[in-house]
């Protein structure tokens, strides 16, 4: 049995590079030619570099929520970039542990996980109401290829977790009885969001807070998973974040397949994102020039993933089948202001392709690239006007 792993850790080395101020570390990730002092390390542990080059921005690089967090911030001292670069990080380990992580019996989305089946439900807070409100309209618009309710089978196929070992020794992908079972709890026509007091509500346009709670109920069995969009939740937070802190001028956040830029640059230049070539992952297809405020975030069959015999299982599931989806798409990208919709949209249009795909993300007024499996790459008219080979 041949096993080929990509690891958080390997893009943290991209993420080092970065550091180095390397033109091109590919990874979806952003980059800035400013660069700035590096680090060495990369075994394993949760590893950090912090610096500032001569009149440089602030470089800072951690783990959090499963992945790389590299920051490029730009302030007029470099006490205020690295204050708000520790609040940014905290921020991220919060809503991990507090908010998204179905693993953590502190976090809202474990309880809410241990309240299926039960007659009472669950009283989310103003912005778990919110997400999942959002999440489920889009799982309406996506014809269900997006879906929140996935939990149980994602637990099944736990691709992080394969993809995250050192050794994938006994890696099975799940499937007979098991499969069908935890797919009989999956399904967001199943689960009922109700307003405390009020009759069910479905609609969401956006992802901002709302003032009012929901009730969710959920079947028995039934289990979240807001892997989908839990880095775009944290985007949301971080840019709620600057707009509290005018002494940041600018920034970029990388959160793995996520990017929010913010604000500009000293000398006026445009951001340069670059997007993964999912043929070659140390390399990027292209690049996004953008000026002031976005969030990019890509979704691909490459990002985490466990090859055995020649078969690569990926964690983008189709919710039909409950394995991974299979599609002629090997990586999309979604460029828009809502960092949130623009995560579950990655997700979703992966699983559509570009037809279905190009339709839904315009209906949210989202760009999208995709990167198809014969290498072409099909774009939607803004995403034209930014995207350079
Ligand atoms: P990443 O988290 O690597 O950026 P995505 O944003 O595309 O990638 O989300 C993939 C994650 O979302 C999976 O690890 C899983 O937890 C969850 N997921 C997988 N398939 C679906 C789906 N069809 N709808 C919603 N969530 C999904
Ligand atoms: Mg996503």
């Not at 995250?164 to 007979?176: I, L, T, V, Y």
């Not at 979240?224 to 920034?251: F, H, N, T, Y």
């Not at 078969?311 to 599931?317: D, E």
């Not at 828009?336 to 919709?341: A, R």
Request: aromatic share 6%; proline share 3%.
């Amino acid at each position: 049995m041949k096993l080929f792993l990509r690891t958080a850790m390997s893009a943290l080395m991209a993420a080092v590079l970065l550091c180095c101020g390397c033109a091109d570390t590919g990874a979806g990730m952003a980059r800035q030619p400013e660069g700035g002092p590096g680090a060495e390390d990369g075994d394993g542990a949760r590893k950090t570099n912090a610096g500032q080059g001569a009149g440089g921005p602030w470089q800072y690089a951690d783990t959090a929520m499963g992945t790389v967090v590299q920051q490029t911030i730009y302030a007029a001292d470099q006490e205020t970039a690295r204050d708000f670069s520790a609040q940014a990080m905290e921020l991220l380990w919060g809503l991990e542990r507090e908010k998204i992580s179905w693993r953590l019996e502190t976090s809202e989305v474990y309880r809410a996980n241990a309240s299926a089946g039960s007659e009472e439900g669950f009283l989310l807070s103003a912005d778990l109401s919110a997400l999942l409100e959002s999440c489920t309209l889009l799982w309406e618009r996506s014809e269900g290829a997006f879906d929140v309710t996935l939990g149980a089978v994602t637990r099944l196929w736990d691709i992080d977790k394969w993809a995250a070992e050192s050794s994938q020794e006994g890696f099975e992908p799940p499937g007979g009885e098991l499969l069908n079972q935890a797919l009989g709890t999956c399904g967001s026509q199943k689960l009922r969001l109700v307003e405390e007091g009020s009759a069910d509500v479905r609609s969401a346009e956006s992802s901002a807070s709302r003032e009012s709670r929901l009730r969710l109920f959920m079947p028995e069995g039934m289990r979240l998973d807001l892997g989908a969009v839990g880095k775009g939740l944290a985007m949301e937070r971080i840019s709620a974040l600057l707009a509290e802190r005018p002494d940041v001028d600018g920034a970029v956040i990388s959160l793995g397949g996520s990017i929010l830029t913010y604000g500009g640059k000293p000398d006026g230049t445009p951001w340069r994102v670059g997007i993964v070539n999912p043929f070659d992952t140390a390399e990027s297809i292209g690049i996004l020039t953008l000026e002031g405020s976005w969030c990019v975030s890509t979704s691909g069959d490459y990002e985490r993933y466990v090859e055995v015999d020649g078969v690569r299982y990926h964690h983008i599931l189709d919710p039909k089948t409950g394995a991974p989806a299979v599609s002629d798409v090997r990586g999309v990208t979604i460029l828009m202001k809502d960092g949130l919709l623009g995560d579950g949209l990655s997700t979703a249009c992966f699983i559509l392709g570009p037809e279905k795909g190009m339709a839904l993300a315009a209906r949210y007024g989202a760009e999208a690239l995709f990167v198809m499996a014969d290498g072409r790459i099909e774009m939607s008219d803004g995403m034209k006007d930014v995207f350079r080979k």
